[in-house]
Nanobody, 125 residues
Framework: QVQLVESGRGLVQAGGSLRLSCTAS????????LGWFRHTPGKERVFVDT????????YYADSVKVRFTISRDNAKNTVDLQMNSLNHMNTAVYYC??????????????????WGRGTQMTVSS
């Protein structure tokens, strides 16, 4: 059974940082993209960033470029999201996701086959 489990939920002050981690089990995703999405009530899941299997290439939503960094460790089957300079707009439930396609840069939720259950990240002013 494939599982993705996020960790690192928390309450952070505006301007602060937080690191989220996601551990996959049940299969390896070393060949595939791993990504992060965020969700707020009443809205659809929004793409945050993604990283190719080798870790060489990454792609970010414009709103998080420079401030967020995605990384992965294929030996541990993990993907991390380092978030800096946080603001209230970043408050959301964050989901990690795994693609099983080798298509070009998956940025839509439908591009991903496996999902974690999400972790809440709240930025206080």
């Amino acid at each position: 059974q494939v599982q993705l489990v996020e960790s690192g939920r928390g309450l952070v002050q505006a301007g602060g940082s937080l690191r989220l981690s996601c551990t996959a089990s049940g299969r390896t995703f070393s060949r595939y993209y791993l990504g992060w999405f965020r969700h707020t009530p009443g809205k659809e899941r929004v793409f945050v960033d993604t990283i190719i299997g080798s870790g060489v290439n990454t792609y970010y939503a414009d709103s998080v470029k420079v401030r967020f960094t995605i990384s992965r460790d294929n030996a541990k089957n993990t993907v991390d999201l380092q978030m800096n300079s946080l603001n209230h707009m970043n408050t959301a439930v964050y989901y990690c996701a795994a693609s099983t396609s080798l298509q070009q840069t998956p940025i839509h939720p439908d591009d991903y086959a496996y999902w974690g259950r999400g972790t809440q990240m709240t930025v206080s002013s």
